[in-house]
Each structure stands twice: as structure tokens, then as C-alpha cells.
């Protein structure tokens, strides 16, 4: 008899460690938006795990936004710290040094534009949040711009492969956002038409015409 009931409280507690664990699988409806809205950028696997972490209570797909900005916003500084060291560094070239000090500049106004990007996400409005953060690129290339004939150095450019990663979702997801917010007007709809619509046979035509 005692046998039997050990053995039902082994049942029981496997049991329960067993629904525990399947419990710890189950996707949260947070983790759910998360992946779902992470599922077409550059990084799924990045995207979510810098997003999921830091959000919490309900999902909402612009503080997801805003938090992968702020992210980019990180690897910024420290690109931008990698210069300050390589600047400060003996051992680095007088036109190496030159170099990063552009390139220094570029990731500034970097800032700004990222500063703006997330200023656009509190209002909500994704497609301006896009058009800022966008500018970041243009910064990117014009530090690499600096660096010509030379390369930049090898811990400068892996700081700058990934935040070309991270940017990538920044605006996958606000170019996503961003469709949903004109569809809404129905701004989506009307420049899909415009696009696929055949050309009127009165264009270039001087004087009466009829369609």
C-alpha cells in the first residue's frame, strides 16, 4: 500500500514538473507580437532579442520600435567609443586619426537623427521615425567615405556591421508600421492605385481629348 502511494507521488510530482516545463514553452502573448512583428527584418533572431527583454505588460508594436532604435542608438555609442580609443592610441596613424575624426562627426549627427527617429515614434508616427532614422546610412557611408583609399580599422568595422544589422530592423519595422498607418487612411490604397492603374490616353495631349 505504501508502494502504491509512492509511486502516485512520483506520478504526481513528474506530473507537475512536466506541465511546468511544457508551461515554459508556450509562447506569451508578448513574445507572440514580438516574433510576429520581427518575422521580415534583416535579424529575426536579433530583433527579438533585443526588443523582448526590455518589453513589458501589453504588446505594442511602437514601443518594440522605439526600444530597437534605442538599441541602434547603443551601438552608435559604442562605435563611437572604439574611436575615442583608436584616436587616444599611439600606435594609430596621423591619417587614421584624421579618418575617425570625421568619422566621429558622422556618428554625431547619427545621434541626432536617431534622437528625432524615436521623438517621431512617441507621437505615433512610424513613417517619419523611418525618414529620420534612414539618414543614419548616409552618415555610415560617409564615414567609410573617409577612410578611402584605406580601410577603417577592424574594430571599427565590426561595430559597424552590426549596427547596419540592427538599423536593418529599425526599418523593416517602421517601413511596416508605416504602410499599416497609411493604410488606415487609406493613403496605402490610393497609391497602389495610382501606381498600377493604366496611363490615361489624354496624357501628353494638347487640347480636347476624350478617354
Known amino acids: 500500500m505504501g508502494f502504491t502511494k509512492n509511486i502516485l507521488l512520483i506520478v504526481s510530482i513528474s506530473s507537475f514538473l512536466l506541465l511546468q516545463i511544457n508551461a515554459t514553452r508556450v509562447p506569451s502573448p508578448l513574445q507572440d507580437g514580438v516574433t510576429k512583428l520581427c518575422s521580415t527584418t534583416t535579424d529575426p533572431v536579433l530583433c527579438v532579442n533585443t526588443i523582448l527583454p526590455?518589453?513589458?505588460?501589453?504588446?505594442?508594436?511602437y514601443k518594440a520600435l522605439e526600444l530597437e532604435i534605442i538599441a541602434a542608438k547603443n551601438q552608435v555609442v559604442k562605435s563611437v567609443a572604439v574611436m575615442d580609443n583608436l584616436i587616444r592610441n599611439p600606435s594609430t596613424t596621423k591619417e587614421t586619426k584624421e579618418s575617425l575624426?570625421?568619422?566621429?562627426?558622422?556618428y554625431?549627427?547619427?545621434i541626432d537623427s536617431i534622437n528625432q527617429a524615436i521623438a517621431a515614434v512617441s507621437i505615433p508616427n512610424a513613417r517619419e521615425a523611418n525618414a529620420k532614422?534612414?539618414?543614419?546610412?548616409?552618415?555610415?557611408?560617409?564615414?567609410?567615405?573617409?577612410?578611402e583609399p584605406e580601410v577603417?580599422?577592424?574594430?571599427?568595422?565590426?561595430?559597424?556591421?552590426?549596427?547596419?544589422?540592427?538599423g536593418g530592423n529599425v526599418l523593416d519595422i517602421s517601413k511596416g508600421l508605416g504602410d499599416i498607418e497609411m493604410s488606415k487612411k487609406g493613403l496605402l490604397k490610393d497609391a497602389i492605385t495610382k501606381i498600377t492603374s493604366p496611363p490615361s490616353k489624354c496624357l501628353h495631349v494638347v487640347g480636347s481629348c476624350n478617354e
Open 54 to 61: 526590455h518589453l513589458h505588460g501589453d504588446f505594442n508594436p
Open 101 to 106: 575624426i570625421i568619422c566621429k562627426d558622422q
Open 108 to 110: 554625431g549627427f547619427m
Open 133 to 147: 532614422f534612414s539618414a543614419i546610412f548616409s552618415y555610415r557611408q560617409s564615414c567609410e567615405l573617409a577612410f
Open 152 to 166: 577603417p580599422p577592424v574594430s571599427l568595422t565590426n561595430e559597424e556591421a552590426a549596427l547596419k544589422i540592427v
